[in-house]
């Protein structure tokens, strides 16, 4: 395998996405927490009521950003190109409504990560020959962060994906929670994306060390 699809691989296993609209205090405490509790990569999502745009949002990515650089954390920017280039982000994650994949990967070049929403196998043909270095599938579960999310796929997508002989990176997204992170490993996934299971927890640490405990778990079964 090559070295970075492995790098992306390994750095999906708990990948946290979050703005300042997820997070009921300073979302850079948010993310330290997340850090000591084990996540693995992170995604600056600053989408919904109240979300920051122009200085406010570039000064809040790039806060978040330094918290990432200093734990080793890889920091993707989602949907939001120019930002990602403008602050040199280790990548960016983008949906079917977004910028297409194959002019992203043009414009951000090779190195970089380029993450693509797909909910069929169309979908995830077209992302792989545009230059997608790993999938997000889902929502896997029901979500109350994603207004505009297409239906519910079920841990079945990622088997599917699997069988069809899809090899790249894929990580479940979609109310995901300790509780049936195992089932999404178990499937095929590399990893579990999430925002309310760790931003909307009492106890961020403690929610990303459970979180970590079910992925792990769900390895083993793999
Ligand atoms: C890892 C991951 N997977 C899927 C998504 C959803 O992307 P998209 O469909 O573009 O929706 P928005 O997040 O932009 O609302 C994601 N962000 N991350
Ligand atoms: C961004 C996104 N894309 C599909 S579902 C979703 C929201 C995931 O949030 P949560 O982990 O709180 O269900
Ligand atoms: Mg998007």
Redesign the pocket.
């Known amino acids: 395998m090559q070295e970075k699809t492995s790098a992306i691989k390994d750095a999906l296993k708990l990948y946290f ?1 979050m703005g300042s609209p997820n997070c009921h205090r300073d979302p850079v405490n948010i993310l330290e927490e997340a850090i000591r509790g084990g996540i693995s990569l992170f995604q600056f ?1 600053e989408k919904g009521q109240g979300a920051l745009s122009g200085t406010q949002k570039k000064k809040l990515a790039t806060a978040l950003q330094q918290v990432c650089k200093e734990a080793n954390i890889p920091f993707i920017v989602n949907d939001d190109i120019d930002l990602a280039m403008e602050i040199d982000a280790d990548g960016v994650h983008i949906g079917q409504e977004d910028e297409a994949a194959s002019i992203v990967r043009k414009r951000i070049g090779a190195d970089k990560w380029v993450g693509v ?1 797909a909910h069929t196998i169309e979908e995830a043909e077209r992302a792989i020959k545009d230059g997608a270095d790993y999938l ?1 599938l ?2 896997i579960y029901p ?4 207004d505009d ?1 297409e239906s519910v796929k079920g841990t079945a997508i990622i088997r599917q994906f699997r069988e069809h002989g899809f090899s790249i990176p894929l990580v479940g ?4 929670t300790s509780t049936n992170a195992a089932a999404v490993m178990e499937a095929g996934a590399d990893g579990v ?5 760790i931003s909307g927890s009492e106890d961020v640490e403690d929610a990303a060390i459970r979180l970590n405990q079910a992925v792990h778990s769900g390895c083993a079964n793999q």
């Open positions: 996405i999502r929403s997000g889902g929502p979500t109350s962060s994603k999310a997204i979609g109310g995901i994306s999430v925002i309310s299971a």
